[in-house]
């Protein structure tokens, strides 16, 4: 079970910290992500963080936000900085177990508005 945190209302250009908290260990896990959605749009990649440490980002964060695991509280985080109002979309947390044809996790998703 994922369960997220942090979502909420903020000014452009302002900050806000995702928290997804893990039912079990994430550092079992292939991979942790957040996704977002937009409404009217498909849901798009915002970063994922790799077993061993690597990260990856969409092209349009960059810079911008930053993932991060804290192991031993089962918690991946997602940093986001000098917001727009084009990153309001509802964000999930993504689980992927290791192997081929697995089923991912999914958590509940939380709503991140940015204000112009």
């Known amino acids: 079970q994922l369960v997220e945190a942090g979502g909420g209302l903020v000014q452009a250009w302002g900050s806000l910290r995702l928290a997804c908290v893990a039912s079990g260990s994430i550092s079992s896990m292939h991979s942790m992500a957040w996704y977002r959605q937009a409404p009217g749009k498909q849901r798009e990649l915002v970063a994922n963080?790799?077993?061993?440490?690597?990260?990856n980002y969409a092209d349009s964060v960059k810079g911008l936000f930053t993932i991060s695991t804290d192991n031993a509280k089962n918690t991946v985080y997602l940093q986001m900085n000098r917001m727009k109002p084009e990153d309001t979309a509802v964000y999930s947390c993504?689980?992927?177990?290791w192997g081929s044809g697995v089923t991912n996790y999914w958590g509940q998703g939380t709503q991140v508005t940015v204000s112009s």
């Open positions: 993504n689980a992927r177990p």
């Open positions: 963080i790799i077993y061993g440490g690597t990260t």
